[in-house]
C-alpha cells in the first residue's frame, strides 16, 4: 500500500535540555501492580496530548477532537490513573533563563517528579487523560552508515501495510504519521510536535541496511 508522505512524531523541542522534557511529558511507568500505564507529571498546565515513554497520551478533550477527525488507527485502551500531580507552574517561567534558577539541578530530571510531594487537589483538577494504542507496523530501512543526527537523512520506508494514518516502527522505535495525520496534529495543536519527513527507500541506495 501506498501511505503517501510519513513522518517521524517526537515531542516539541524543550528549553532546559531533558529538564524540559520532564516538565512537558512527565513519566508514564506501568504500574507494578495493576501492569497499566499511570501519569506522574507536573500541574496544572498540561498539554493536551503528549508522548511519554513510548506512550501517546491524550486528554479526554483532545481524545473526542481526535473521534471527530477522519484519521484512522488509534485505539483508546483505557483511562489513565493519575498516581502522581506535582505542583509546578513551570509553564510561566522565564525560558531564557536557566533551569538553575528554579530548581535544583543536583539530581536527575525525573527527580522533578520522583521526590516531588503528590498534590491530591490538583490530581483531581488535572484532565482526564488516555492511553492510545496503535496496531499498524510501519517497516523501515536504517542507513548504518550516515553521521546525521536528523531521522530524515537515515530512516527510509520500506512498506506500510494497512490502511492506517498511525503506525509503530518495526527497526526503529517510533511513532510515524501520514501527511493528513500531520496536519491534524499541526492545525490542531500547533507547536506541540516535531516531524521528521521519512522518505521512501531507494533501490538503489547500496547504504542501507536493517537495523
Known sequence: MDVGNIYLLENKKMTWGDWGDVLWAGISPHDAFSNLVCIERTGPFSPPLYLSNNNFIFTNEARL????????????????????????????????????????????????????????????KMPIYWLAYIESKIHLFIDKKSKSNNP?????????????????????????????AKEWIDSTFPKHFRYYLISKKQENCESLSHL
Open 152 to 180: 530524515s537523512d537515515y530512516i527510509f520506508v520500506e512498506g506500510a501495510g494497512e490502511c492506517s494514518d498511525f503506525f509503530i516502527g518495526v527497526e526503529r522505535t517510533g511513532i510515524y504519521i501520514t501527511q493528513k
Open 65 to 124: 477532537l481526535f473521534k471527530h477527525s477522519s484519521l484512522r488507527g488509534l485505539k483508546f485502551l483505557y483511562e489513565i490513573e493519575k498516581k502522581r500531580i506535582v505542583k509546578l507552574d513551570w509553564h510561566n517561567w522565564d525560558d531564557k533563563q536557566h533551569i538553575s534558577n528554579y530548581l535544583d539541578i543536583d539530581g536527575e530530571p525525573e527527580d522533578i517528579i520522583l521526590k516531588g510531594r503528590n498534590d491530591y487537589e490538583l490530581v483531581d
